[in-house]
């Protein structure tokens, strides 16, 4: 159980894509694009399932590098609001294959790590390219929560590779 007086901290990363917002937009919002980068270095995403809209569902697919086992971890969660080409709001939580909700110690996650992440990203034009800003809010301060900066920064470059 995690101490309710933990000290919380916003994970925030910005990155400046070389490709334009609508581009960037879609490979947050179609599966066929998030299925190219969805997860970190060495992990693929078999299955993505997405309905896009305020209230929608969606359901992520991610496996695992050999080296690491090979097993697929689900994330799941609900689009809160969206702003086309600007503004991207949805809540984050561990799933089964079916995209029910489970507690991340189900799948081995230490006790620091959160039953839901609230994560927005901004979408800003500069020119040719996009500018992301990403915030999951209330990470408990520690390591699963620099893991989770590192999985996110890893993730984003497969997101910038596969729009090369």
Not at 106 to 118: K, L, N, S, Y
């Amino acid at each position: 159980m995690v101490a309710t007086n933990a000290v919380k901290q916003d994970l925030v990363v910005t990155r400046l894509i070389d490709a334009p917002v609508e581009l960037v937009w879609k490979a947050w919002s179609e599966p066929e694009h998030v299925m190219r980068w969805w997860g970190p270095k060495d992990y693929t995403s078999p299955s993505c399932q997405i309905d896009f809209r305020e209230g929608g569902k969606y359901l992520f697919c991610m496996r695992a590098p050999e080296y690491q086992g090979g097993m697929d971890y689900y994330s799941g969660g609900v689009y809160t609001k969206i702003v086309p080409m600007q503004l991207l709001e949805f809540t984050q939580w561990l799933a089964d294959e079916k995209g029910n909700r489970i507690k991340p110690a189900q799948v081995g996650m230490p006790e620091d790590f959160p039953d839901e992440v609230r994560t927005v990203i901004v979408f800003k034009t500069i020119g040719n390219k996009t500018e992301i800003t990403i915030t999951e809010y209330d990470w408990t301060v520690g390591q699963m929560a620099e893991y989770s900066r590192l999985g996110l920064e890893q993730t984003l470059d497969k997101l910038v590779d596969s729009l090369m």
